[in-house]
């Protein structure tokens, strides 16, 4: 049974220039403990997806219509009372930039105290004990030191350690993670991945990971869903996915993933790009969102949009010509 | 922290020797001579020469200026031409009713503004938000004068509800004492508020951007926290600032405001002095202003570290 559902998501935001549809039309589904990895370039509308979810998005300027069936609730419907018990409480979030989330004049054991305090209705005292509980738990030394110290005195990989502390002091069943490695250092980044692996089986909670490190992937996702523009462009497991990518666009994005040695073999590759650039949302796109940059497109693609279409088990893609197999890998 | 508060202490004394010179260059700056003044207008030319020698006036400059220092040093303020009073002993007097108006005009000030800067921060581009900024403006554009007395003429005279003038000292009981300061304070604090009120909206638009609210909002918190312990305390140090600044205003407004209400305070005094020429007295005031300025900011520096974990010194 699917813990998340996300049915034809749209979140639009008002500006001058017009009507910015930041992500239109997205569905998708999480199973409960499941990892579903969203993958994207900046600016197709991943990250506004997984603060939709939180309903964190301003609104106005924003607006956000669809369905979010949070365990049977749909979290659009709720009042803002109800949407506050289950932020930090039943979905939890981390953010992409430990140096700026936590904020720099409250302790680091309050900051995790005070999400124990509102959903969990603990007193100061068993909320403080659980804080140092969950310092340890996220590997950080001298928990009963660091505790009482400011967001300053940690370091970004520790910040981010306190970030996950704090989003999983309350057992979430969904984490939200928005690039929780992109700011940190590559041999941190594996200790905050493998952190969060065990975690996640430790807590049960199923994970959301938005990235555009195709690496990170491949190391802790099951599914995979790529945005394109806004819209969801494929989507499959894992393995599926980096084996035969139905997408043009998925394609270009594991062209576009650097490999070690390659020189060395004889093989020297050229990294691959995608040219072009991604489509400006604030004006309608007709055809297919990626027609514009992609090699392969015809006036077919360029007049009607293609639809989801199951193109392998458990595979879709939304490419005319994918399933004829005249740009498979 | 003890270190640093010594050194700060320390490092006022340069100021408040350049203060000090300014205070006593007063004498000769100012047209007029106190001598004659004092001496009034049936005095022959030797009755003034006698006064300027007992005063010491005709002394030279730096010799005067020493004296007059090292005297202040030991507590010695000089005594007043007009009332023959130690100033020490006049200051004394009339520091209660200043002191308390400065208090209530403060803790008002703090109370009312920074509430409406956070709301209208929280409540940005709203019509509460701009219906606080006109207020503010209004505020800040009145001068104290007019402000008081219209308050004294709806709420004293029609009214009734409070007393039109006056002072009622605090050993007298809380409630007669805060009836006579309310006017005032508003009156006062009136261009106080709108500026810490514009300061605290300013600085909290820019930190209700922050990533870390974002995440405060992500943990499921509601919004007073939000703003009044996650945003405010991030926000303090130039709200601090700014109130500190303010002190500077409402001694400068507490002049005015004392004579509007009656109140027998320091501004008054102030008054009274340069009216009477009475240097001695007006010396005395403007060296003990400055002071508290000093002090005040000096202790402004020091909340910052208890608002602020990242400033330590």
Same mark, same amino acid.
């Given at each position: 049974m699917a813990l998340l559902e996300v049915e034809n998501l749209q979140t639009h935001f008002r500006t001058p220039s017009g009507i910015n549809r930041a992500v239109d039309g997205v569905s998708f589904h999480v199973n409960e403990g499941e990892t579903l990895a969203i993958v994207g370039e900046s600016g197709c509308g991943k990250s506004v997806t997984s603060m939709s979810l939180m309903r964190l998005i301003p609104e106005p300027p924003g607006r956000i219509a669809g369905a979010i069936r949070f365990a049977g609730k749909d979290l659009l419907k709720l009042s803002d009372r109800e949407m506050r018990a289950i932020r930090g409480n039943d979905i939890s979030m981390i953010f992409q930039e430990p140096m700026t989330s936590l904020? +720099?004049?409250?302790t680091v054991g309050r900051q995790i105290r005070e999400t124990l305090m509102i959903?969990?209705?603990?007193d100061q005292q068993a909320a403080e004990a659980h804080a140092i509980e969950m310092l340890t738990l996220v590997g950080i030394p001298e928990p009963k030191r660091r505790v009482r110290e400011y967001p300053h005195q940690l370091s970004g990989g520790m910040r981010q350690r306190v970030m996950i502390a704090i989003a999983l002091a309350c057992n979430p069943k969904l984490l939200i993670a928005d690039? +929780?490695?992109?700011?940190?250092d590559v041999t941190i980044q594996a200790q905050i991945l493998k952190l969060m692996l065990d975690l996640k089986s430790r807590v049960g909670a199923a994970i959301i990971l938005i990235t555009h490190d195709l690496g990170v992937v491949a190391e802790i996702a099951e599914r995979v869903m790529v945005m394109y523009a806004g819209r969801k462009v494929e989507e499959a497991p894992v393995a599926e996915l980096f084996r035969s990518p139905r997408h043009p666009y998925t394609q270009g994005l594991l062209g576009a993933v650097p490999r070690l040695g390659s020189s060395l073999t004889g093989a020297a590759r050229r990294l691959a790009e995608i040219p072009g650039q991604v489509p400006d949302l604030r004006k309608p796109i007709t055809g297919c969102v990626f027609a514009g940059r992609c090699a392969l497109a015809t006036d077919l693609c360029r007049q009607y949009a293609p639809g989801l279409e199951e193109k392998a088990p458990r595979h879709i893609a939304a490419c005319h010509y994918s399933a004829k197999g005249a740009i498979a890998a | 922290m003890l270190p640093y508060i010594l050194r700060r202490i320390v490092s006022t004394l340069p100021v408040m020797a350049i203060v000090a010179l300014f205070v006593f260059s007063l004498l000769y700056i100012a047209p007029g001579d106190p001598a004659v003044v004092i001496a009034g207008d049936q005095a022959s030319p030797e009755d003034v020469e006698r006064i300027r020698q007992s005063l010491g006036l005709d002394r030279p400059f730096l010799i005067q200026f020493g004296s007059w220092v090292w005297r202040i040093l030991h507590g010695d303020l000089g005594t007043s031409i007009f009332t023959n009073l130690p100033v020490s002993t006049m200051i004394g007097q009339r520091l209660g009713p200043t002191l308390s108006l400065m208090c209530v005009t403060l803790l008002l000030t703090i109370a009312v503004a920074v509430p409406l800067g956070v709301v209208a921060a929280w409540k940005a581009g709203s019509f509460i938000d701009r219906a606080i900024m006109a207020f503010a403006v209004f505020g800040f554009s009145l001068p104290v004068f007019v402000v008081g007395y219209v308050l004294a003429y709806v709420f004293a005279l029609e009214l009734e509800w409070l007393p039109v003038q006056g002072y009622t000292p605090l050993t007298e009981g809380f409630w007669p004492w805060l009836q006579n300061l309310i006017l005032p304070a508003i009156a006062l604090g009136c261009v106080y508020i709108a500026l810490v009120a514009r300061i605290t909206r300013a600085t909290m638009l820019e930190v209700l951007q922050q990533d870390y609210i974002r995440t405060a909002r992500a943990k499921g918190m509601g919004q007073g926290g939000i703003l009044f312990i996650h945003a405010l305390k991030n926000a303090a140090v130039p709200i601090v600032t700014v109130i500190g600044i303010g002190i500077a205003l409402l001694i400068g407004g507490a002049v005015v405001t004392e004579s509007v209400f009656a109140i027998p305070g320091l501004g008054r005094l102030t008054i009274d002095a340069i009216l009477r020429r009475d240097y001695p007295v007006i010396q005395g005031i403007v060296l003990l202003f400055s002071f508290v300025y000093v002090l005040v900011n000096l202790m402004i520096d020091v909340t910052y570290t208890l608002v602020d974990p990242r400033i330590r010194y």
């Open positions: 904020n +720099p004049v409250l959903h969990q209705g603990l690039e +929780p490695t992109t700011a940190l | -």
